[in-house]
């Protein structure tokens, strides 16, 4: 009995997290067309609801009106699947954010751990989508997106070892506590290199503008979910911009103090401010790093295929290698205000 | 049978059948695919061994690094299997006589007579602070910091080696220099030419 009273508290707990979840991919969504619109002097969407507040909704209602076409000569299985194993380890990721000190859904001692896990797997639904489509563009699409992944995964591993080394910890509760301090004290000041480029290779992980070779509408369509259509493309929608929203709330815990307000130790406005949660103060914080999604997107003109591999390779991995060293001689300095408590 | 007892037959039965798929499928593709499964769930009994930082690696690793290379590799291939098969038949003998003798082996060694509970005795639950990683941590930059590295310079070796055997200088390649092309002016590529506008004839 009290195994399935905690089962049934731990399933709303994950309900409370999800529900949110989907609404803010769903107005995010909506927001990219507003922002991006006013950022090229247009209006955007203004139909649909007051001031096009229900736009999402009502493209959601269309995804799921419309016929899931399965292609002949794909293969019907790995065909439905890899929307869901494009999406599950988005979603599955959220289990060790902490949202304050005390509220997270699991708090694991290997978080930072589980999470490189789990955004590592998500490759397999993009490349188990083209291949089961049984279509030139969608395995090209495929093909790339693989590459591009695996590349910047590395890179993205490497800031992840500053942060734990910074951090004295895999858990990201410690981790955020280890930030606790003032603005300077988050680990954006002593990690600068490596949160640019964590959040650069994040960038590139969800296949965002600039680096979205894997769709490329100019070359190969649409990509790796080319011959996907209602649901099923809905689907690898939800995941992209999940995607998005969960490498914004890890650069936000990891770089810039995740639940912490940005007031704290400044004489005045830390008392006044002092009644905010911290869930309000994460949620602005990823709200920026989204903000920067939109504004690639509406900014940069897509990379050539080449220039994507050699800045994973050779300007990132190196960098992120060398700044490793430059923190480790720090932890051992004990240089302050960061590293004074870590070293021994 | 408590929980824990339901979720380890249920994750064996998994491993098994996904391992047997690897050896049995016919699609290339599939066999991958059932040993990424196979990974997967290995790495979930790992978990109720209380080994977490094993079961994330594996995960890390071999799912999310090496088998996508693997796949990567299948798929580009497009091997046809059926030429595979062919021998089958006449091969099944020697196979029949290598997995028996394996098996044979294997029971000799690891068989309860050795590793049964009489032999060792069954671990104890660890407390609940227990942090696997930050132990395994510990063991391996202490005790064992010499293997460890020199595990580590081996593997070093083993890239480069495998960079060194497989690069060779290949003129008729076409390379890009960023360098060069960012230093690209607008006065070097365009020429605006003057002229007087011309009739259509």
Avoid at chain 1, 281 to 306: G, N, Q, S
Avoid at chain 2, 16 to 27: D, E, F, I, K, L
Avoid at chain 2, 121 to 131: K, N, Q, V
């Amino acid at each position: 009995m009290d195994t399935l009273l905690e089962l049934a508290w731990t399933l709303t707990k994950i309900t409370a997290i999800v529900g949110p979840l989907m609404l803010g991919v769903a107005y995010l969504t909506f927001a990219e067309r507003k922002i991006i619109g006013y950022m090229q002097v247009r209006i955007g969407p203004n139909r649909v609801g007051p001031r096009g507040w229900l736009q999402p909704i009502a493209d959601a209602l269309k995804l799921l009106m419309k016929e899931v076409i399965i292609p002949t000569n794909s293969n019907r299985f790995l065909f439905v699947i890899a929307p869901v194993l494009s999406i599950a380890p988005a979603l599955a990721a959220w289990a060790v954010i902490p949202f304050s000190d005390t509220m997270v859904l699991a708090n694991i001692d290997a978080g930072l751990l589980y999470i490189l896990a789990l955004s590592s797997v998500g490759v397999y639904g993009v490349i188990i989508a083209g291949w089961a489509a049984n279509s030139k563009y969608a395995f090209l699409g495929a093909m790339r997106s693989a590459a591009q992944i695996v590349s910047y995964e590395i890179a993205m591993g490497f800031a992840l070892v500053g942060v734990l080394i910074a951090g004295g910890s895999l858990n990201l509760v410690d981790i955020v506590e280890a930030q606790r301090g003032s603005l300077v004290h988050w680990f954006w000041l002593p990690l600068l290199p490596l949160f640019v480029i964590f959040f650069i290779s994040g960038v590139a992980e969800t296949n965002r503008a600039p680096f979205d070779v894997a769709e490329g509408e100019s070359e190969i369509v649409a990509g790796f979910h080319v011959e996907y259509s209602g649901m099923t493309f809905a689907i690898f929608f939800l995941a992209e911009y999940a995607n998005m929203i969960l490498i914004s709330v890890l650069t936000a815990v990891m770089f810039l103090g995740g639940y912490l307000s940005p007031f704290e130790g400044i004489p005045v406005l830390e008392g006044l401010f002092a009644w905010v949660p911290g869930m309000v103060w994460l949620l602005a914080k990823t709200c920026l790093f989204l903000l920067f999604f939109l504004w690639f997107r509406a900014t940069f003109p897509r990379y050539r295929y080449d220039q994507i591999m050699r800045l994973g390779w050779k300007v990132f991995i190196p960098i992120t290698i060398v700044w490793l060293l430059v923190e480790g001689a720090a932890v051992v300095l004990g240089i302050g205000p960061w590293f004074s408590g870590t070293a021994g | 049978m408590s929980f824990e007892r339901i979720i380890f037959y249920a994750f064996a039965a998994i491993l098994v059948y996904a391992a047997g798929r690897v050896v049995t499928a016919r699609n290339p593709v599939h066999a991958a695919l059932h040993l990424v499964l196979a990974f997967f769930t290995c790495a979930g009994l790992w978990l109720l061994l209380e080994a977490e930082f094993l079961a994330i690696v594996l995960v890390l690793v071999y799912v999310g690094a090496v088998m996508v290379l693997f796949l990567f590799v299948v798929m580009m291939l497009d091997i046809n299997s059926a030429p595979l098969r062919e021998g089958f038949i006449r091969y099944l003998p020697v196979g029949l006589a290598v997995a028996a003798l394996m098996l044979f082996e294997m029971v000799a060694i690891v068989g309860v007579r050795y590793f049964g509970p009489e032999q060792v005795a069954i671990p104890a639950r660890h407390p609940e602070g227990y942090s696997n990683t930050a132990e395994l941590g510990r063991v391996l930059y202490t005790d064992y910091v010499y293997p460890f590295e020199i595990a580590a310079v081996i593997l070093l070796v083993a890239i480069i080696a495998a960079i060194v055997l497989t690069m060779r200088r290949r003129p008729e390649t076409k390379y890009q220099d960023p360098a060069k092309q960012v230093q690209a002016r607008k006065a070097d590529r365009l020429r605006v030419v003057k002229m007087s506008a011309e009739k259509k004839q």
